[in-house]
């Protein structure tokens, strides 16, 4: 097993987190937009059938699609975005995501694209460019807790971006075991009371 990168105390427990170096690629979920890319070494993004850019703008533009272009910076590893990188030798437009316009009033129910819902739409876009980039760079994380003897709680892996959130789920679960935990050691309480059984015969649940 391999070690974890940060080990939390919390409440008599053990967190520990861990890269998910097995996640899934996030464009094997159902995504709306669709990640169309262009590159001689990477397989990037969504399978297409498009020959270059130039060949996918004659169906995919501006009139019928809502567009966001995609850059790669490609060095010592390669990182993905829609605003471009301040390198030029080593980044470039590699494709573009975008839904289409028929897509958008079906998906949402909308009859007209306003301007705040055509920004509610490249927010969305952006988003799932996030995930995709937080997968190539390998910004993905799993954990797992312990009881105070060492032992499994529970174990989640696949989470994406920043560790804040996954970390609460983990103090969710722990805290979850820790009350079922008491239950258990009451209920325990009220048997032996009811059965008048001596305290020095009473096993204490450990908390």
């Known amino acids: 097993m391999f070690d974890p990168i940060e080990t ?35 397989s990037l993004g969504d399978s297409h059938n498009y020959n270059n850019l130039v060949e ?19 060095h010592s590893g390669i990182t993905i975005n829609t605003t471009g990188f301040s390198c030029p030798w080593d980044s470039g437009q590699v494709g573009i995501i975008y839904m289409t316009k028929e897509e958008i009033r079906k998906e949402y129910n909308w009859k007209v694209i306003t301007k705040n819902r055509r920004e509610k739409i490249y927010e969305y876009l952006t988003n799932e460019v996030k995930i995709y980039d937080d997968f190539l ?8 807790t312990k009881d105070k003897c060492g032992d499994d709680i529970e174990s989640c892996w696949g989470f994406f971006g920043e560790t804040d959130y996954m970390i609460n789920e983990a103090k969710g679960e722990v805290d979850y075991y820790l009350d079922q935990k008491r239950k258990e050691h009451f209920k325990q309480v009220k048997t032996w009371i009811k059965n008048s059984v001596p305290l020095y015969a009473r096993k204490v649940i450990e908390i």
Request: net charge negative.
């Open 8 to 42: 939390i105390d919390y409440k008599s427990c053990t967190i520990e987190i861990y890269m998910d170096d097995d996640a899934d690629d996030p464009r094997n979920w159902d995504n709306l937009g669709h990640m169309t890319c262009f590159h001689n070494r990477y």
């Open 56 to 74: 996918l703008s004659e169906t995919i533009n501006d009139k019928n699609s809502i567009i966001l272009p995609l850059y790669l910076y490609d």
């Open 137 to 144: 760079t390998g910004n993905v994380y799993g954990f797992m």
